[in-house]
């Protein structure tokens, strides 16, 4: 996870000292360091500059909308995320020691482990990358279109309404803001990130166990192997348990907030349709005649769903992997079932072994289809206590629901 965490420390999460040494025993986490300064300084920036500008926004306006409420609870969200990991940056170092141990004793073997980390990490950032940079162009291209005299201010006041209502822009404070929500739109992604690849290394080590079963399924063994082989069972089990502790706060927050938006895009889909936005001049210029925006709101919306399935596939893995055992010691022979076989299904059926959000729920192949079964209870109750119904009438001269 080595890249997944240099990328993270890039904007300011899990500031902790050490993370590219072999040795863990050098990993630190220290209020006094630069990393977690910056970190402070991006809570700081994102509660002032996003949070509280637009809270005094949002209380002055005499209606609120779907748009301001996704936005606010984008900006909260991500801001809390950032804090979170600064959370975990204090437990970081000890659960490192604590892997450590255990890869002294067994290893890990997958030698595609490395390689799956960093292809998740690099693949969904570019995704991110792409969805920020379509957002940004959508912007812009409104901006030149109706005022192209001012394009960078224009783009900055409609991105951020609170500025010339509260506070007088300047360049800087442009700057500054837009940078802020850099860092947010990253964090948005990176939690989903980093369960992905701390889920492939806790399934891997569960899976080395199974492989270890697959090789002698059917045979017969001493009872000292299947002792051997439980105490790994329980080893890698213990590990879910610790990791669990440390990020349950994490998965919570990522697996809410696919949830939201997931809801808060489609109402959007449903209130405003995906139409081109009309032009300020006759005749149009722009590069894809007002599309821009639709572009950017499709890629987005089906970018968060495959993100969402990706994290709730990957981090199921764990449960699922957790249970194959079991299928192998039912085939233990007769002759050489003993107490060690026994107890060993006995803990695999009695005990519920899976990544969770803060114990609320478990992390299974099923969540899928409750967050499905979720999004359209909830997209209904969004739809009637709005007032809205579908309808193919044009994009409003809105971006979408959080740049």
């Known amino acids: 996870m080595r890249l997944t965490l240099i990328v993270g420390q890039c904007f300011g999460l899990n500031p902790v000292l050490g993370i590219c040494d072999t040795d863990s025993s050098k990993l630190r986490f220290t209020y006094c360091s630069g990393r977690c300064v910056y970190a402070l300084i991006a809570i700081f920036g994102q509660t002032i500059f996003l949070n509280c500008f637009f809270l005094i926004k949002y209380f002055n306006e005499s209606g609120t909308s779907v748009t301001s409420n996704s936005t606010l609870v984008f900006y909260a969200s991500n801001t809390l995320t950032t804090i979170l990991f600064l959370r975990m940056a204090k437990k970081w170092p000890k659960l490192c020691q604590y892997i450590m141990k255990i890869e002294a004793a067994d290893p890990v073997k997958d030698a595609t482990l490395v390689k799956k980390c960093n292809v998740s990490c ?33 783009y900055v006041e409609h991105s951020f309404p609170w500025i010339n209502l509260h506070v007088d822009y300047t360049f800087s404070l442009g700057f500054i803001t837009q940078i802020l929500n850099i860092l947010c739109t990253f964090n948005w992604n990176f939690g989903d990130i980093f369960i992905i690849t701390i889920s492939f290394y806790l399934t891997s080590r569960l899976e080395q166990v199974n492989k270890k079963i697959a090789a002698v399924r059917g045979k017969y063994v001493p009872t000292t192997f299947w002792r051997s082989v439980r105490e790994d069972y329980n080893r890698a089990t213990d590990l879910v348990r610790r990791v669990d502790e440390v990020i349950g706060s994490i998965i919570f927050l ?17 209130a405003n349709g995906i139409k081109a936005v009309p032009s300020c001049h006759n005749p149009d210029k722009r590069p894809l005649q007002g599309y821009e925006q639709a572009l950017y709101f499709t890629y987005s919306f089906i970018f968060l769903v495959v993100r969402s399935l990706a994290v709730s596939l990957v981090a199921a893995q764990v449960h699922t992997a957790s249970r194959q055992p079991a299928y192998a010691l039912y085939e233990v022979p007769s002759a ?6 026994e107890r060993f299904i006995e803990q695999i059926h009695g005990d519920t072994v899976a990544l969770t959000g803060l114990q609320f729920f478990k992390v299974k192949r099923g969540i899928v289809l409750a967050i499905a079964g979720t999004i359209v209870t909830y997209e209904l109750v969004l739809l009637q206590f709005t007032g809205i119904t579908p309808t193919v009438a044009p994009l409003q001269d809105d971006l979408a629901y959080r740049d």
């Open 122 to 154: 690099i693949v969904i950032l570019i995704m991110s990358i792409l969805e920020h940079a379509l957002a940004e162009f959508a912007g812009f291209i409104m901006a030149s279109d109706c005022q192209p005299g001012k394009v960078y201010e224009s």
């Open 254 to 270: 990522a697996f809410a907030n696919n949830l939201v938006f997931i809801c808060m895009q489609l109402l959007h889909t449903f």
């Open 336 to 341: 050489v079932y003993c107490v060690e076989v």
